[in-house]
């Protein structure tokens, strides 16, 4: 069987193609958060600024996160 | 070091570009997982920008203005004055004998500009009918959802001055 097509490649592929979908998902809801901070900050409401701060780190986090794992998975699959 | 190429079943550009489409894939993909993991970065960044401008600008710093004279207004009475620029309309009323509010006089709806009455005893803005209290700013009626910023009044001696705007009710 050809490495590319085996079962655990495609597992690799499927579960690569998962954590992107999250990261894209994750990405819309901080693009979100910056627009309704950015708002609520110009409006002179300064008290949702740090919570936006830490959410949208966390979010990055998170996504950085799921990048490693893309990593790993890629890495492990290209191991000859 | 072998300078001549081994005999291979594969053809030329096969052996020179060993690419699998799967591993193309791989790399796209990986490609833009990254992209996108920079574009949330970038967003952070950019909270983080907002974070720092509201740590510089929370506290702003307004001017003490003289606005009018204690006696000037009668109880019941409005005054017209500028502040915290001469381009900002602001309204003093006197509500008391010894209480004095004041209010942007930009409408929080459209920017139109309210004016007492008198008869029901609130801001109202003849634009699109918005009424606010006289004694919070908050809105009562109307289109706009959000109070009229506070302009904070204090007395000197026998001189009102503004010291300040309070954007909650």
Known sequence: ?80 | MSLFRKPSREPLWRDEFSVFSNDEKYVSRRQFSKFLVLTSLAMFVGNLWILVRSWFSRKPLYPVTAIARANEVPVGGVRLFQYPTPQEQCILLRTGANEYVAYSQKCTHLSCSVFYSAASDRLECPCHNGAFSVRDGSPLQGPPRRPLPRIVVERKGDVLLATGIKLEA
Do not use: N
Not at chain 1, 39 to 61: M, R
């Open chain 1, 1 to 80: 069987m050809d490495r590319q097509t085996s079962p655990s490649a495609k597992r690799s592929v499927t579960a690569i193609d998962g954590a992107m979908a999250l990261i894209v998902i994750l990405l819309i809801v901080q693009i979100w958060l910056v627009s309704a901070t950015l708002e609520t900050y110009l409006a002179g409401h300064y008290e949702t600024v740090l919570p936006g701060a830490v959410l949208s780190g966390t979010i990055f986090l998170v996504c950085f996160g799921l990048y490693l794992f893309i990593e790993r998975l890629d890495a492990e699959f290209r191991k000859p």
